[in-house]
């Protein structure tokens, strides 16, 4: 399951697909064949592109073997190089398999343009595989596809085919791809006896022919489409494929083979769901070793509330349980018994809520495995009663009436508090064999985040300056804060704080620096360090210009794309507190002070800036509030208008003009 942690891609399958040589050239005036006038004619359409698949196809066909359901994928995607640098940069295909996605066949072809049709070759020199990096579901593996000997208005074919081993875990379809799609057709061929549901996502913005019909004993549905854009890169989104292309979601709710009584209910509804993901622990944690046995009494023996015993099951195994994720096959949605975990003192995410809730139990707390997505996954288990919709599991605790979640994966979270990548996502909680509760995970508001910094400056002879930083976090900063400076010592650690102090320009020099990891219930954390930057004064004749705005946040949170449809994200509601307290020099009194201002982008965030002089100092205050989790796509003109006024404020300065 997902760690925040970044994982060490794997290798990646390497398929080298040989194209073809020269070819003579026919006679001029030969007439061309209606593939090739097909293929002028959309490269003419997309003659600004390097490429475009001319067709994208995937053909789902579920049907019986031995009594039981099964399914298969056929996939053709034919890619025309368009431009001079096509055969260069776009020699490739992806595609992925998994042991729930078996591969079963592919094959890869080139045509080559002649003087009226194309010469088609087939490829057969294929590498070997190796395991990628995805580690919920199972061992996914991606293949590339490389052809070779390829040239301007050449096409390459690839297809393969995929046996999914589990109905349970059908894949989404993605209607969009790297390049431009010219034609995509996802097709799905199902017995009348089998009731299939389809989620359509992302698909507000293109237009999908959708066709119903059938074929002797059997329906096929099927979606197609044209003209669809290359996917966009979007920042600031947990993920650009899940909120932003458009993809169909399939799904076998129930069927009824021939002589049966009843339906077979398979994903119907979430309580179907329920019971499907509910057989993986059911059983599990019957028995437990003596050993974590004894730990638990040993760790509980002088607690009183079961508040406190719940905070020190779970501090034990976050300082003494390491998050490892490591998933092939069904091991992406069994946990591992608690004594395995405890023996081994590390596992992933469900690994570490199998101890953390055995722990709670023998301690005599309610305790329950909880399914959840992440803010990776848009969906709900109303919309999509799958799977697919989980790829975390964390721990329930029913105490004094509310439900509290303990996550293991994250050993720099205080008891009771939660990541920041479930806020507001659903918790499937698991009751019993026939009852589940889903609960949304509670946002935290922007109080309970909050960035204090204070920075004292004073102006040196060579029109640098020079000071001292203050920062205190508390919440989601310090959180990540202290995760981070786990796994970062020496070099590695000066320069992340570098990056958290760092302000006025690229001329910062971090001279010291203090860390100061929180250890009490809210591990808050604390940083000072001195500082200097230099060429940041401006001197014209007696007057000496400073500006004071250090650090400028939202500066860069402009949303500059003008067809952007995904909102922008932010991982956290926060609050910042900036003081700057500038230190007069000897000789010099204040001639102008920036006017105070405050803006609000449409109750998201606002900001606050005002400055104080005295006869010693000047201070610049600020405060910014963020109370908003995303902006939609509506709320972007008032957001951008609110940031371009900030960066305006930005450029004031205050002027010090010498006494004589």
């Excluded at 329920?274 to 437990?288: E, S």
């Excluded at 003192?345 to 997505?373: E, P």
């Excluded at 806020?423 to 985040?449: F, L, R, W």
Aim: with cysteine; hydrophobic share 35%; aromatic share 12%.
């Amino acid at each position: 399951m997902i760690s925040k942690i970044k994982r060490i891609p794997g290798l990646y399958k390497v398929v080298c697909l040989m194209g073809a040589g020269m070819f003579l050239s026919p006679a001029l005036h030969a007439q061309l064949s209606a593939e090739r006038l097909k293929n002028d004619s959309i490269a003419a359409k997309y003659k600004n592109e390097n490429a475009v698949y001319t067709n994208y196809t995937q053909r789902l066909v579920i049907g019986q073997e031995e009594g039981s359901l099964v399914a298969h994928s056929y996939v053709t995607m034919e890619k025309l190089l368009i431009s001079d640098l096509s055969p260069t940069i776009n020699n490739r295909d992806d595609f992925s398999y998994s042991d729930f996605n078996a591969l079963t066949d592919y094959a890869g072809f080139v045509k080559i343009p002649t003087a009226t049709d194309y010469k088609k070759i087939r490829s057969f020199n294929f590498g070997e595989g190796g395991a990628g990096d995805d580690v919920f579901y199972d061992d996914f593996r991606e293949v590339q596809v490389h052809y070779t000997g390829l040239e301007k208005n050449a096409l390459t074919e690839t297809k393969y085919s995929i046996e999914h081993t589990d109905i349970y875990l059908l894949p989404p379809f993605f209607l969009q791809e790297d390049i431009p799609i010219a034609s995509v057709t996802y097709e799905v061929t199902a017995p009348k006896y089998v009731n299939i549901n389809f989620v359509l996502k992302n698909t507000d913005n293109i237009t999908i022919k959708q066709t119903k019909e059938e074929n002797n004993n059997n329906i096929i549905y099927r979606f197609t489409a044209t003209g669809i854009p290359a996917i966009k890169n979007y920042k600031h989104v947990p993920s650009v494929l899940l909120y932003s292309a458009p993809h169909i979601i399939p799904y076998i709710a129930s069927y009824r083979l021939t002589g049966a009584k009843k339906d077979s209910v398979i994903l119907r509804d979430p309580m179907a769901m329920y019971k499907h993901v509910y057989q993986y622990v059911r059983n599990l944690n019957m028995k437990t070793d003596t050993f974590l046995n004894n730990t638990v009494s040993a760790l509980t023996k002088n607690d009183k509330t079961p508040r406190e015993k719940a905070a020190h099951i779970y501090d034990w195994v976050q300082k003494n349980i390491h998050y490892i994720a490591f998933e092939k096959g069904l091991e992406g949605f069994i946990p591992r018994p608690a004594d395995t975990v405890f023996k081994r003192k590390y596992g992933d995410c469900k690994d570490m809520s199998s101890i953390i809730m055995t722990m709670c139990r023998k301690a005599g707390l309610d305790a329950h495995f909880v399914w959840i997505g992440t803010s990776k996954k848009p969906y709900t288990f109303e919309e999509t009663p799958l799977p697919l919709v989980c790829n975390h599991m964390i721990c329930a605790l029913k105490l004094d009436g509310e439900w509290i979640f303990m996550d293991g994966t994250d050993a720099s979270l205080p008891f009771g508090k939660n990541r920041d990548d479930i806020q507001g996502k659903q918790a499937m909680i698991a009751i019993d064999d026939a009852n589940y509760k889903i609960v949304t995970i509670p946002v935290e508001s922007a109080d309970k985040n909050v960035t204090t910094d204070s920075t004292f400056i004073r102006i040196t002879e060579d029109n640098k300056i020079a000071g001292t930083v203050k920062l205190a976090y508390k919440g989601y900063q310090a959180w990540d804060m202290k995760l981070a400076m786990m796994y970062q010592k020496g070099e590695e650690r000066e320069k992340a704080i570098k990056a958290h102090t760092q302000r006025g320009s690229n001329k910062y020099f971090l001279a010291r620096y203090n860390y100061v990891p929180g250890s009490d219930e809210n591990r808050d954390v604390s940083i000072d360090a001195d500082f200097r930057v230099d060429d940041y004064v401006q001197k014209v004749g007696k007057e000496c210009i400073v500006n004071m705005n250090l650090k400028r946040d939202f500066e860069d949170n402009r949303i500059n794309d003008p067809e952007r449809k995904v909102p922008y994200f932010y991982d956290y509601k926060q609050r910042t507190n900036e003081v700057v307290v500038l230190s007069i020099p000897e000789g010099y009194k204040v001639t102008y002070l920036p006017k105070d201002a405050q803006g609000e982008a449409d109750g998201l965030w606002n900001y606050k800036i005002s400055y104080k002089a005295d006869k010693n100092t000047i201070t610049l205050m600020k405060e910014y509030q963020l109370n908003t989790l995303s902006v939609n796509e509506k709320q972007f003109a008032e957001h951008n208008k609110v940031v371009d006024h900030l960066k305006k404020l930005y450029k004031e300065s205050v002027v010090l003009t010498a006494k004589k």
